[in-house]
């Protein structure tokens, strides 16, 4: 779906500094070498599952199905994986390419601290320096997380710049490679930034929706009705749809998160509320001023506490080939605390924004439908700030 | 002929940077006719913007005083629309994609054109992306800057050939900000432009004292300064101007 220049539609491209111009060809040159290497291909499935324990189960969620009265559900368990959510997929593979151009060192921007956990873990794994940039809010959010980088051997490194969340994370991660690039390769944890970005984080998270339909088929002989993904910057989501795209009679529905509500400041809800910009590398929707300042975005998940979408995601929604909702904080957190109750599965917060979906869908259905939730991620590291939201005072 | 050339008829240029609306516009109006008087050749007018990725700690503090003050994209217009009162030097603007692109292009860059800026600056627009706001600063007459990097290598022939205005060579890796050194080897960077363009070539990233200046100016066309200035304001806000006049008479001497 992407042309020469890294396009989905209108969105897409390589809006960067001149400095970044070569490695980002460099880099585009040894992906479409890599990507049809046998050797690349079977080092990079023996890591993911061996290592990262892939393939991960497609589960039956009957509590849940009965509980709701509707479609039968189906979860997606990414929270199985090493690390304990999708982002490891990505991380291998670009971890992995990275060493096969003779990369040595590893920086990575992360919000909820997922991305910087699993690069900090693959760095590890192939003897690999890692730095990892934290927005400082963040990093007080998910203390746990950055212990776990630096337990790894990451260096963590807060910043301070703008709101101190994911944006700024991105910001500065990009800055140090405008410093360092002959040695250092930018391991970007979303479907976005410059091209290649979009197009190699979507491959390698790709591998979420070819299990769903393998798995799907092989269980119920049938493609599903629908597919539910939170949407941040969108890796998930476009791991979770990509090879659904083609069967038009699958409903892709993105999430994204509505923080207190789309019609408030405090929301990060990008389709929803943002129009089209150049941002970080990309054309695409942005949450932002009317003089095209980028606004400072609220969600109470710092994974999808971001002011913009992965062009792909853009494209789709453009094209209507995927929907795109909005869901609160509350209506997150109702489904934190509903999924551990009745299926014993603790979600992340951000996976919390597609189930809560899902509990508003699935009621909407008959019972000879069946949709898919993309639970993405593990929700211990969320834990704490879900019992300060409650009230509790809990601290990591 | 590109109203920029002007600024390379006296020597070599020296090109300093100011934020606009840092801390106030009557401040930035205030420094930029200090910047004349004292003989700066072309005024680089920063917009800002509230992420900007290419700069280092000094000009994002720019950015954001100027945002807490209240600053808009038509404020800036009209305070380039005073100083062309009285100001004739070449002056360009220096912003980020996104703030031509959410105004408008078509609407930016002809205001541009009607209120006498002369080119513009956009440091995410790479060569692969220029079409996207080329095609409109051709039609009115606004010269789209190109930059040429440390690592643009088998690139610096392709970018100087299709280039306008002048050339802003970026001194080394990384973003903008003082640096005790500098050792790039820029002249053979600056050999291949001369190979490939008339155009002018000024070297910018990390310059702050005139002995740096006069070293970069001897191998180019000219000097850009930014973080120096700008954290003069830092240091002296509304008070400014007067030392950033001094500033720029020691670093436009130094490279004449």
């Given at each position: 779906m992407t042309n020469q220049n890294g396009r989905f539609g209108i969105h897409g491209g390589q809006y960067i500094p001149e400095t970044l111009m070569n490695a980002v060809i460099e880099l585009e040159q040894a992906y479409n070498f890599y990507k049809n290497d046998p050797e690349f291909n079977r080092e990079l499935t023996e890591l993911l599952n061996d290592y990262a324990g892939r393939p991960s189960r497609l589960y039956y969620a009957e509590k849940m199905t009965k509980d709701l009265g509707g479609a039968k559900i189906y979860l997606?368990?990414?929270?199985?994986?090493h690390t304990g959510a999708h982002k490891i997929n990505n991380v291998l593979g670009q971890a992995l390419l990275a060493k096969k151009m003779g990369k040595t060192r590893l920086i990575a921007e992360t919000g909820a601290g997922q991305h910087g956990v699993a690069t900090a873990t693959a760095a590890a794994l192939m003897g690999m320096e890692c730095v990892v940039f934290m927005g400082e809010e963040d990093t007080k959010r998910q203390a746990l997380n950055v212990y776990r980088m630096r337990l790894l051997g990451a260096e963590v490194i807060p910043v301070t710049s703008g709101t101190a969340t994911l944006k700024d994370a991105v910001s500065e991660a990009m800055r140090e490679w405008t410093k360092r690039?002959?040695?250092?390769?930018?391991?970007?944890?979303?479907?976005?930034?410059?091209?290649p970005f979009p197009t190699i984080v979507r491959d390698f998270q790709a591998v979420i929706s070819k299990e769903i339909k393998e798995q799907m088929l092989e269980k119920e002989g049938r493609l599903p009705d629908a597919v539910i993904a939170c949407v941040g910057g969108g890796s998930n989501a476009i791991g979770s749809f990509y090879n659904f795209i083609e069967d038009k009679e699958v409903r892709l529905i993105g999430c994204e998160a509505?923080?207190?509500?789309?019609?408030?400041?405090?929301?990060?809800?990008t389709i929803s509320t943002g129009k089209l910009g150049i941002f970080h590398g990309m054309k695409s929707y942005f949450c932002q001023d009317e003089d095209g300042q980028i606004a400072p975005v609220y969600s109470i998940s710092a994974g999808l506490d971001y002011p913009g979408v992965g062009p792909e995601h853009a494209h789709l929604y453009d094209i209507g080939r995927a929907e795109y909702v909005a869901i609160t904080d509350d209506e997150a957190v109702n489904a934190f605390e509903y999924l551990s109750r009745t299926e014993g599965i603790i979600p992340a917060i951000e996976s919390s924004h597609a189930l809560a979906h899902a509990i508003k869908l699935a009621p909407t259905l008959s019972s000879d439908k069946i949709i898919v939730v993309t639970v993405s991620g593990r929700g211990d590291k969320d834990c704490a700030a879900i019992a300060r939201y409650r009230g509790e005072d809990i601290h990591e | 002929m590109s109203n920029i050339a002007k600024a390379f008829e006296n020597g070599k240029a020296f090109i300093p940077f100011i934020t606009c609306g840092d801390p106030d516009l009557e401040t930035t109006a205030a420094a930029v006719r200090e910047m004349v008087k004292n003989g700066a050749d072309l005024i680089e007018l920063g917009i800002p913007f509230s992420d900007p990725t290419a700069e280092g700690p000094v000009i994002q503090g720019a950015n954001i005083r100027a945002l807490k003050g209240g600053v808009k994209t038509d404020k800036v217009f009209g305070l380039v629309r005073e100083l062309r009162t009285d100001v004739t030097v070449p002056m360009v603007f220096m912003t980020y994609a996104n703030v031509v692109f959410s105004y408008g292009a078509e609407k930016f860059i002809s205001t541009c054109a009607e209120i006498g800026i002369d080119g513009l600056i956009l440091p995410d627009i790479p060569f692969e992306e220029k079409e996207e706001f080329l095609p409109l600063c051709k039609k009115y007459g606004v010269d789209l800057i190109s930059l040429i990097a440390p690592t643009s290598e088998n690139r610096i022939g392709m970018i100087a050939k299709e280039a306008d205005g002048f050339i802003y060579l970026v001194s080394s890796l990384g973003v903008t900000g003082e640096r005790s050194e500098i050792k790039t080897d820029l002249s053979s960077i600056v050999k291949i432009i001369r190979d490939n363009t008339n155009v002018p070539c000024a070297i910018g990233f990390g310059i702050s004292t005139p002995e740096q200046a006069k070293s970069m100016a001897d191998i180019s066309d000219g000097a850009i300064v930014g973080s120096a200035i700008v954290k003069l304001l830092e240091q002296h806000g509304t008070a400014a101007p007067k030392y950033i006049g001094e500033y720029v008479k020691k670093m436009k001497d130094a490279i004449k």
């Open positions: 997606k368990r990414e929270d199985l994986n690039i002959s040695d250092t390769h930018y391991c970007l944890g979303s479907v976005m930034g410059p091209h509505a923080g207190r509500g789309i019609d408030t400041f405090e929301t990060a809800a | -």
